[in-house]
């Protein structure tokens, strides 16, 4: 290995290593570095009072901006699932009714019945949420054209008017939790800035008993990151997929970068193909990612394709079976150029 290669560990933040992409783990890490502080600040000696003065602004900064964050989370989790029972509602209880009394005036198959329903209730079970709002936006001005139907129509455009409500306001919030990813990744930074400093002066001071260091981190919490996850990833879409079919996830378009994890649910009994295009339309390219039947795959945007595509895509490669998934947003990707 040449020198230009070798990467001398104390030459590296570990603290920011270890908490990258990883909020929760930066507050237990730093919580915990605070208290020992403040616990050592006690004693009265200059340099244990020093530090814990100025790490206890940052920590509480980043404390707050944590709670901000997760906050924003849960809002957006809260209006994803009440847009879900929206959709439930529209293809269980209103299409059925809908259906019923078109029917009443047209029956089934007829060139009238077609017009109004050209794919059937099955067009608005699945695709991506604002294509099926805009098919429930036409599925109005079909039935509003028809003077026996304007119950049914005056029906429509209220559920329409109500579910694209909720769509918007589901947008506002994942804007929201963006936002937060930003601020608080910036906090994040800082925070772990000053533990590498405090490292730094702590090894300084304990130069003859260097084990002394260990009382002022947790380091179970670095050594076994891998068990302290952030809290469950915001789905931005999920549902079935047809036998040799494919779905576009319309939530990643102009949102995301290539840092971007994505947490990838494969809930059914075949597998999946991930990968990102430029247009829906391009080929399968080569950065394919297979997630088998009952797994999870967590990958970065930057994984699934170059970073200029705006398409997520999942496709089932079975001839038979339907495939069932769920895509989640693990942590938002950070331009570090920007937060520097």
Request: negative net charge.
């Amino acid at each position: 290995m040449s020198n230009n290669e070798f990467v001398w560990h104390f030459s590296q933040n570990q603290f920011a290593n270890a908490t990258r992409n990883n909020f929760k783990l930066t507050y237990l890490l730093s919580t915990d570095h605070y208290a020992r502080l403040y616990n050592e600040s006690l004693s009265g000696e200059v340099l244990f009072v020093e530090m814990y003065d100025k790490f206890k602004p940052i920590r509480k900064d980043f404390s707050r901006k944590y709670s901000l964050w997760l906050e924003a989370k849960g809002m957006y989790k809260a209006q994803t699932v009440s847009l879900a029972n929206s959709f439930d509602e529209l293809v269980n209880k209103k299409l059925p009714k809908w259906d019923v009394e078109v029917q009443n005036v047209f029956i089934e198959k007829s060139t009238e019945y077609i017009s109004i329903f050209p794919g059937g209730r099955s067009a608005f079970q699945k695709g991506a949420y604002d294509i099926r709002i805009s098919k429930l936006d036409r599925l109005y001005l079909s039935v509003s054209k028809h003077a026996d139907l304007k119950k049914v129509s005056e029906d429509i455009l209220a559920f329409y008017n109500f579910i694209e409500d909720i769509r918007l306001k589901q947008q506002a919030l994942e804007s929201k939790v963006k936002k937060a990813s930003f601020t608080i990744e910036k906090s994040r930074i800082k925070t772990t800035k000053a533990m590498y400093e405090n490292l730094a002066l702590l090894m300084n001071h304990f130069s003859a008993e260097p084990y002394e260091i260990q009382r002022f981190f947790e380091l179970q919490y670095i050594t076994n990151k891998e068990i302290i996850k952030d809290d469950e990833p915001i789905i931005v879409a999920e549902g079935t997929i047809e036998p040799e079919s494919k779905i576009t996830v319309d939530a990643l378009t102009g949102k995301f970068n290539s840092n971007t994890q994505l947490v990838i649910n494969n809930l059914g009994d075949t597998a999946i193909e991930v990968y990102t295009t430029k247009l829906p339309s391009d080929n399968v390219p080569g950065t394919t990612v297979t997630v088998e039947s009952k797994r999870m795959a967590i990958v970065n945007c930057g994984e699934l394709g170059a970073e200029e595509n705006l398409y997520l895509i999942i496709y089932n490669a079975s001839t038979e079976k339907t495939a069932t998934y769920s895509v989640g947003v693990n942590h938002y990707g950070i331009n570090e150029e920007e937060i520097k």
